[in-house]
């Protein structure tokens, strides 16, 4: 079973849609969480950490579930310049990174 | 954040021949630099850990003798791939941790290596 397993997508929502999905973690010791993007052929940015109670940044929401695994990624009000692979990654108890394979979203107009 | 680059972006080599690509931090000093390596629709794969004025810790799988890493200063880490073959051909991505409490990574902006 892989560390982190995301679904590949992709998501093709229309501007101004909803979007939303999950990352599901294999290690209960992980200790933090992050939400990466990644533009085609570029290298992967901060979107935003994960929070146990959850946190918002702009369109962006999002949540961890510890008793489940996961952690979510909901973007609200979709733009076109949201289309783009969200990398989830998770940092484990002995300061190594885990690496989704990423989601892809496609925001058409 | 902190600024990272990479150089070259890109590069094509025959097959057999040795390719050294290089990543600096440009505002931060970094006593660990970290590789990884991305081939098309997959995760990003740790390969290595780059550590300033000693050896690099490579992960399991990973050839050192094969991926030679160099980390002169704290701002200079250096991959060279040596008798690359078209297996080797994928993205290769530096990153250095800021330090500031959230584990938080910077990535270099990728070398894309192609083989032939």
């Known amino acids: 079973r892989k560390e982190v397993e995301q679904d590949p997508g992709p998501f093709n929502v229309p501007e101004g849609a909803t979007v939303a999905f999950n990352c599901t973690y294999s290690n209960s010791a992980s200790q933090s969480f992050f939400w990466y993007r990644q533009d085609c052929r570029k290298e992967p940015k901060l979107l935003m950490s994960v929070y146990s109670s959850g946190n918002e940044d702009g369109r962006f929401t999002a949540q961890l579930n510890r008793a489940s695994q996961y952690i979510s990624l909901l973007i609200r009000d979709s733009k076109l310049s949201d289309s783009a692979t969200y990398l989830c990654v998770v940092i484990h108890n002995d300061y190594k990174l885990s690496f989704g394979a990423g989601t892809t979203v496609t925001v058409r107009a | 954040g902190a600024v990272v680059s990479q150089h070259p972006s890109w590069v094509i080599c025959k097959s057999g021949t040795s390719v050294k690509i290089e990543c600096r931090s440009l505002d931060f000093q970094a006593t660990t630099m970290f590789w990884y390596r991305q081939f098309p629709k997959q995760s990003l794969m740790l390969m290595a850990t780059?550590?300033?004025?000693?050896?690099?810790?490579?992960e399991q799988g990973v050839e050192k003798d094969k991926f030679l890493i160099n980390h002169a200063s704290l701002t200079l880490s250096t991959l060279t791939v040596t008798s690359a073959h078209p297996e080797d051909s994928s993205f290769y991505i530096c990153?250095?941790?800021?330090?500031?409490?959230?584990?938080?990574?910077?990535f270099g902006p990728g070398t894309r290596l192609t083989v032939l």
């Open positions: 990153s250095l941790e800021s330090g500031r409490g959230a584990n938080t990574q910077y």
């Open positions: 780059s550590n300033e004025g000693s050896k690099a810790t490579y």
